[in-house]
């Protein structure tokens, strides 16, 4: 049987101990005593310390459900190359899905540099939003630099996971203090096989961009999200590790154009599973009766950036690079010029096609049109939203990212992700506060030099000297979204906005609709009191209880319904001095 990795007894004593709470409420107090904005802080306070202990466990849960996989894969492996019946070829494909189940075991379980792994305990937590992250960042992916000179010393240029797979991506040219390096080679794990780096597969619905891992006998062919038919997978995925580069004295006209159109990253998202089921909240967004849009807030979805090849090459259906796995130098690019050429390290005999990604964990909203869209409405207002939201809530550009999916050739759907370290926690407030979203569109509103009021075009910026006419860098143009500046045009999506301004919003702490879910607390009801008090919170835009009729082994009861998701921990009993069964 599997290990419970439940709380050691000293640690839940710990976490239940009174009198570290009572000085923890006490600094509590000091700090949100000087917030103004902070309403009913004592009751703040109580829940949130009353509820310490599960919190704390319940953030456990993650790293318990990646052991359990990894140890179900080791046993699964196991069984297989045991088996006579099995080819010589599945023999060595488990061999290797063993390996690759007992390293993440070992990431997990790491202590001789558990500072530097993605598990080490505050690492985690703050990953988690138990603890806050800025302290303890996620971990970069580092170029190695050779010095210039003999007496100068090497260096490792560090850049943030999804940055890094772009800036560090396959013969990428980097600049480092006057000089320019190329990026010629990764830095391979020790491998004890010879077949190279381990990789992975996955399939990515091609409708919204939902990622799913190629298992042994869990192949599917309908995305797990929408039911849209899935594409052929994606196959030896390479997760980007640190790289190592060489110094580049010039740079053709033919590099400069390629590095300017650069690579084909496409992003993914997955959301992490509670109970077998995606843990999401969503919400509908309406407007005179009206479907708009769908809204469904992940927290800590793994995101993936995946590095399919260059921008401009030749061959479109054909995805990745060609790795030496040997010696860990990638190959020339199809592309590249006569010096380029002349400069390629030599490969062995023992290459592959691979593709680098990049994955993190990191709280995301899905932003799902209900009607249909144009591509320079969907760009116009993806920028329109990211703006807003870092104005409304004081974010800076960095804090919050935004991406088209499934690509950005065919815009469906908008994925705002907190970029941040310990995440800025403004997302989850678009599907909780149904005055948010409202509030949101009026900024951008006025972003888009639109009066929030009455929908008049007041041509430009307060304090701008000219007129903006489809868009400007006061409104929807950044550095960031350059490829899209040709179809950006804040006239677009006037009307829009004007319908999410005066929209309103329905959340579900599931991730079906409000209605549904609704519908199925109420079958599961056993008195009519409770149906009561369940219509009167749908007739409030009150959040709905998560489940109802849930027996608690521990404390052998039933409450009538239950709050378990959010930080939230409370059973409700409804109960009075007569009950109408």
């Known amino acids: 049987d599997p ?214 006998g869990q192949d599917c062919d309908r995305c797990e999200r929408c039911g849209h038919p899935l594409d052929l997978p994606l196959h030896a995925l390479m997760r980007l590790q640190n790289v190592v580069t060489r110094r580049r004295d010039r740079i053709s006209a033919d590099e400069e154009e390629r590095l300017r159109l650069g690579y084909e990253i496409r992003t993914g998202v997955r959301f992490s599973l509670r109970g077998g089921q995606p843990d999401v909240r969503t919400a509908e967004v309406k407007w005179d009766d009206q479907p708009l849009a769908k809204l469904t807030y992940a ?61 993190d964990n990191r709280n995301c909203l899905l932003f799902e049109p209900q009607t249909a869209l144009r591509p320079e409405q969907m760009a116009s207002l993806q920028a329109a939203l990211k703006r807003a939201i870092e104005t409304e809530y004081q974010l800076e550009d960095h804090e919050l990212a935004v991406e088209p999916l499934p690509d950005a050739n065919n815009r469906r759907m908008i994925l705002l992700y907190e970029a ?67 179809i950006l045009d804040r006239q677009s999506i006037r009307e829009v906005l004007g319908m999410l301004a005066n929209a309103s919003v329905v959340s579900s702490p599931t991730g079906e609709p409000r209605e549904t879910h609704l519908e199925t607390l109420l079958k599961g009801c056993e008195s009519e009191l409770e149906r009561d008090w369940l219509r009167l919170l749908h007739e409030r835009g009150l959040r709905l209880p998560d489940q109802g009729q849930v027996y608690i082994e521990d404390c052998a009861t039933r409450p009538d319904f239950v709050y378990t998701n959010g930080g939230v921990y409370a059973a409700v009993y409804v109960d009075g001095s007569y009950h109408d069964f």
């Open 3 to 216: 290990p419970t990795l439940s709380l050691l007894p000293e640690v839940q004593r710990m976490a239940e101990d009174m009198a570290a709470r009572t000085r923890a409420r006490r600094r509590a107090e000091q700090v949100i005593g000087s917030i103004a904005e902070v309403i009913n802080a004592a009751e703040l306070l109580d829940s949130t310390l009353a509820n310490v202990a599960r919190a704390f466990d319940h953030t456990c849960q993650r790293w318990r459900g990646l052991y359990w996989s990894a140890l179900k894969q080791v046993k699964a492996q196991e069984d297989i190359r045991r088996d006579p019946t099995r080819t010589s070829f599945d023999k060595r494909q488990a061999d290797r899905l063993r390996k690759e189940a007992l390293s993440q075991i070992d990431l997990l379980t790491e202590v001789d540099r558990l500072a530097q792994s993605d598990f080490y305990s505050y690492r985690y937590f703050a990953t988690e939003g138990f603890l806050p992250g800025y302290s303890f960042p996620r971990l970069p992916i580092s170029a190695f630099i050779p010095a210039r000179r003999t007496q100068q010393r090497d260096e490792f240029l560090s850049r943030p996971r999804f940055l890094a797979i772009s800036e560090f991506g396959p013969r990428a040219i980097i600049y480092h203090e006057g000089s320019r390096y190329l990026i010629n080679q990764v830095i391979l794990p020790v491998s004890e096989d010879d077949e190279g780096p381990l990789t992975t597969q996955i399939k990515q619905c091609g409708n919204c961009g939902y990622i799913h891992p190629v298992k042994p």
């Open 420 to 486: 941040a370290e310990g995440g800025a926690g403004v997302l989850r407030r678009l599907v909780d506060d149904p005055t948010a979203l409202p509030q949101i569109a009026r900024m951008a509103l006025q972003v888009c030099h639109f009066d929030p009021d009455t929908g008049d075009d007041l041509r430009r910026a307060p304090r701008a000297r000219e007129d903006c006419e489809a868009a400007c860098y006061d409104c929807l143009l950044s550095y960031s979204n350059q490829r899209e500046h040709p």
């Open 299 to 359: 927290q800590t979805a793994t995101i993936w950036r995946i590095n399919l090849g260059w921008a401009r090459r030749k061959e479109r259906h054909q995805h990745g690079f060609v790795l030496d796995i040997e010696r860990g130098y990638w190959a020339r690019s199809e592309n590249a010029s006569e010096e380029e050429d002349s400069l390629t390290d030599e490969l062995s005999q023992r290459t592959r096609r691979v593709i680098p990604y990049v994955e």
